[in-house]
């Protein structure tokens, strides 16, 4: 399986590369992904430089362009997916069907990625991304059990792409409007589910308060763990009582699950966070990395393969909140 | 007994305590200058023209602003912050060694941010991408690099 790895900057890249990332994927320094944040991402020059480096060391990079192209936005994204053929780019990661079209018509050979953002789980929704627009492999949304992705795989040629590790979210991507409500912006139309301006954190008598667009939407007692600050993580009164509404903040960690994913047919693993340090994309990478290869060399044992304690243990120091989840891969209610 | 570098740091940062301001306000943008040199030329800095970064250290009690005046660091009085990053020294020295994730140590309740968070980030995402680290004379380097890995971080 191919190991997928996030940067949001040059640094972040060459640590992924260095610690045996197969891909890299990053976004560029605007609206046209879903990791818009002040500071983070690539400029073209940036971008480039980066596809030379992975190049060099035989590594794959990929753009996301994974938001929706707004209202008179058309020119900034179609940019976007024009820079990333001029750069190198082994692949995008592409959701509007505008962009899906226009990379197939004038860069066909970039290979389009489906990103989650497009919500795709069905195979005729994957079959057809492929035939009308040439699609080779799609991100599944967090939404999928392991028997739902391996019935996925038997009825689609599409090439499956997971997340493995990494901060979760409510799971209707794509289609949330959450944090709309509060900042009138969203990871579709912005690149963010929560933009920074409208995120105030205070440190009160009562402890950590955040607020989103001025709306109170969790507070930590002293020593709690916190979160990242979306709607979908904080806590409400529902019907006299302070809980998380939507879901509690869990991180995502599936190392247990690899040869699961892998006799599913999954074939790419992906670790979120292109808004992490170089020293977790580092970290989190080279752990992945010794997973991905204990569970090669299990070979015909892999379904009797068990990953390495001690590696999933320091995977958890870098979590958000306290608790990790194998997310819906092994939910029942499904 | 073995003194943790939990513990240790704080005392060892006392000398800085006691610094004059006037003393304070020379060396340490000539520091920042020679490791930032890179993100000023580039322009990055800019974030910083008019607007004041807060950097508390909260055990060693340490507390200095900063921005940036016609191209150039200056000291600020820190009360005045449009952001204020306040922490630990251990949790600073893990961050400046690069050995730890920021956004892991603010989960952990080891870093706080209050003011405007998009500067905040403008700066963690400036700090990450520049590596200030790897403008230190190499022995430094290492011996902050090495330290920086012994911090425990959860």
Redesign the interface.
């Known amino acids: 399986m191919e190991l997928l790895s996030p940067a ?5 890249l060459r640590a992924a590369v260095d610690n045996g990332a197969d891909t890299v994927y990053i976004g560029f320094r605007d609206a046209t992904n879903a990791r818009h ?4 991402n690539f400029t073209p020059q940036q971008a480039a430089k980066g596809v030379e480096y992975a190049h060099a060391r035989g590594a794959r990079v990929a753009v996301a362009i994974n938001s929706y192209v707004q209202a008179g936005g058309w020119a900034q994204w179609r940019e976007a997916v024009d820079g990333a053929a001029r750069i190198g780019a082994d692949a995008v990661i592409l959701a509007d069907l505008g962009l899906l079209d226009y990379a197939a018509q004038h860069h066909p050979e970039l290979a389009r990625h489906l990103s989650v953002q497009a919500s795709a789980t069905t195979p005729e929704a994957l079959n057809f991304y492929q035939r009308r627009y040439g699609v080779t492999r799609a991100v599944l949304p967090r939404v999928l059990s392991i028997q739902q992705v391996a019935a996925l795989a038997e009825e689609t040629d599409v090439e499956l792409e997971v997340f493995g590790f990494g901060s979760l979210c409510v799971m209707a991507e794509g289609r949330c409007l959450l944090s709309s409500y509060a900042t009138g912006e969203s990871p579709n139309t912005v690149g963010a589910c929560s933009p ?2 409208a ?5 009160t008598e009562r402890g ?1 308060e955040v607020h989103l667009g001025g709306i109170l939407i969790d507070r ?1 007692a ?7 600050p979306t709607i979908c993580k904080g806590r409400y009164e529902v019907e006299g009582r302070i809980e998380h509404a939507f879901e509690s903040p869990t991180s995502l960690e599936t190392a247990e699950l690899l040869p699961q994913l892998q006799r599913a047919g999954v074939q790419a693993i992906k670790i979120e966070g292109r ?6 994309v580092g970290t989190v990478t080279r752990i992945w990395r010794q997973l991905l290869d204990d569970l090669t060399a299990a070979g015909d044992e892999a379904g009797a393969h068990r990953p390495d304690p001690a590696r999933i243990a320091e995977l958890r ?2 979590c ?2 306290s608790t990790t989840t194998l997310g819906p891969y092994e939910r029942k209610w499904q | 007994m073995v003194l943790s570098i939990e513990r240790a740091l704080p005392l060892l940062l006392l000398p800085l305590r006691w610094a004059p301001a006037p003393l304070t306000a020379t060396v340490l943008p000539v520091m920042l200058h020679n490791v930032l040199a890179d993100a000023l030329e580039d322009g ?1 800095l800019e ?1 910083l023209e008019g607007r004041i970064l807060g950097i508390e250290v909260t055990d060693a009690g340490l507390r200095y602003g900063f921005s940036l005046v016609e191209q150039r660091l200056v000291t600020k009085d820190a009360a005045l912050a449009d952001v204020s990053i ?1 922490g630990d020294a251990a949790a600073f020295l893990a961050l400046a060694g ?7 140590l ?4 080891r870093l ?3 003011g405007d ?10 700090l ?4 200030p680290r790897q403008h230190l004379p190499a022995p430094l380097r290492h011996a902050l690099e090495a330290m920086a890995a012994r911090v425990k ?2």
Not at chain 1, 222 to 228: D, Q
Not at chain 1, 275 to 280: C, G, L
Not at chain 2, 117 to 126: E, H, P, R, T
């Open positions: 949001g900057n040059l640094t972040a944040f002040p500071g983070l920074a301006w995120v105030q954190w205070q440190e950590r930590f002293p020593e709690e763990p916190a979160g990242y808004q992490r340090s170089p020293a977790y120091e870098f958000e909140g | 990055e974030i306040r690069g050995a730890a994730d920021p956004d892991m603010f989960f952990r309740r706080c941010v209050e968070v998009a500067l905040g980030l403008s700066i963690k995402n400036l990450e991408s520049y590596e971080v959860s």
